[in-house]
């Protein structure tokens, strides 16, 4: 049975006068891969921050785990976003790493290990003490990815994190995001346009259209049986917009 972990409740988001997301509604599950595909400018990004309280709604509620969205530095500490470029301190990598235990006081030799942990899953091995910013796009990303996961949070929020990759850093970042789920359960979240990226690593998928969930559906069901003309057309790449 799935278990709901966050529930998004006739969310609405504007900026001025451009309404950008119109009344979501849609629960994520714990432990699921989530996709949430449209083409660019729909409005990905944005529910993603609302989601990690970068942005507020402007109308509408959040519900973690049962707990209304108030309680946002308790959600906040379980959460972490990755996104499509990577925030690079300018200091060594392992620092870079570090960073959320730090903030959430973890001791010296707690922090050692789950860093080196977070750096075998992400493939960087032996690349703690090199200076963040020579590391490759591709390994600047996956590091990124290990600041994201160090504190093992529940949720992992990943926006379009391949989109600025090479093939080989993709197939990568894939692997990750199946062994993060896998091995330590985690519900994540991921932004993305590209379709066949959808069908390698999602459960379910929604689309969003001119601010809009038009379909939530399971991945076969997306690829098979489309509830929706539009989600048809976008899916086989026919849609004008
Ligand atoms: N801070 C902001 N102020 C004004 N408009 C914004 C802001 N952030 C995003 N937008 C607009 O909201 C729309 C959705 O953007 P975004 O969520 O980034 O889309 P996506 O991630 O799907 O490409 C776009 O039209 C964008 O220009
Ligand atoms: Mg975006």
Same mark, same amino acid.
């Given at each position: 049975?799935?278990?709901?972990?966050?529930?998004? #409740?006739?969310?609405?988001?504007?900026?001025?006068?451009?309404? *950008? @997301?119109?009344?979501?509604?849609?629960?994520?599950?714990?432990?699921?891969?989530?996709?949430?595909?449209?083409?660019?400018?729909?409005?990905?990004?944005?529910?993603?921050?609302?989601?990690?309280?970068?942005?507020?709604?402007?109308?509408?509620?959040?519900?973690?785990?049962?707990?209304?969205?108030?309680?946002?530095?308790?959600?906040?500490?379980?959460?972490?976003? @990755?996104? #499509?470029?990577?925030?690079?301190?300018?200091?060594? *990598?392992?620092?870079?790493?570090?960073?959320?235990?730090?903030?959430?006081?973890?001791?010296?030799?707690?922090?050692?290990?789950?860093?080196?942990?977070?750096?075998?899953?992400?493939?960087?091995?032996?690349?703690?003490?090199?200076?963040?910013?020579?590391?490759?796009?591709?390994?600047? #990303?996956?590091?990124?990815?290990?600041?994201?996961?160090?504190?093992?949070?529940?949720?992992?929020?990943?926006?379009?994190?391949?989109?600025?990759?090479?093939?080989?850093?993709?197939?990568?970042?894939?692997?990750?995001?199946?062994?993060?789920r896998s091995e330590r359960g985690t519900t994540i979240v991921i932004?993305?346009?590209?379709?066949? #990226? *959808?069908?390698?690593?999602?459960?379910? *998928?929604?689309? @969003?259209?001119?601010?809009?969930?038009?379909?939530?559906?399971?991945?076969?069901?997306?690829?098979?049986?489309?509830?929706?003309?539009?989600?048809?057309?976008?899916?086989?790449?026919?849609?004008?917009?």
């Open positions: 049975m799935a278990e709901e972990l966050i529930r998004i #409740q006739d969310l609405c988001k504007s900026f001025g006068s451009k309404e *950008v @997301l119109k009344n979501i509604n849609l629960v994520i599950n714990r432990g699921e891969i989530f996709a949430l595909i449209g083409p660019s400018g729909v409005g990905k990004t944005t529910l993603l921050r609302i989601l990690n309280f970068l942005e507020t709604a402007s109308d509408g509620k959040l519900v973690f785990n049962g707990i209304h969205s108030s309680h946002k530095i308790d959600a906040r500490r379980r959460m972490s976003m @990755l996104f #499509q470029t990577p925030a690079i301190f300018n200091t060594s *990598v392992f620092n870079n790493v570090a960073y959320g235990l730090e903030v959430r006081n973890a001791d010296k030799n707690t922090i050692k290990e789950k860093v080196m942990n977070a750096l075998n899953i992400v493939g960087l091995p032996g690349k703690e003490h090199q200076k963040a910013r020579t590391l490759s796009g591709g390994e600047a #990303q996956r590091m990124a990815f290990a600041r994201a996961i160090v504190y093992d949070p529940d949720i992992l929020l990943l926006d379009e994190p391949t989109a600025n990759l090479d093939p080989a850093n993709v197939a990568k970042i894939e692997d990750i995001i199946r062994r993060i932004a993305t346009h590209n379709v066949y #990226q *959808v069908k390698r690593i999602a459960d379910r *998928v929604g689309i @969003l259209l001119n601010g809009e969930l038009i379909e939530v559906n399971s991945k076969d069901g997306i690829f098979t049986v489309p509830k929706d003309a539009r989600s048809e057309a976008f899916i086989r790449g026919t849609m004008i917009y």
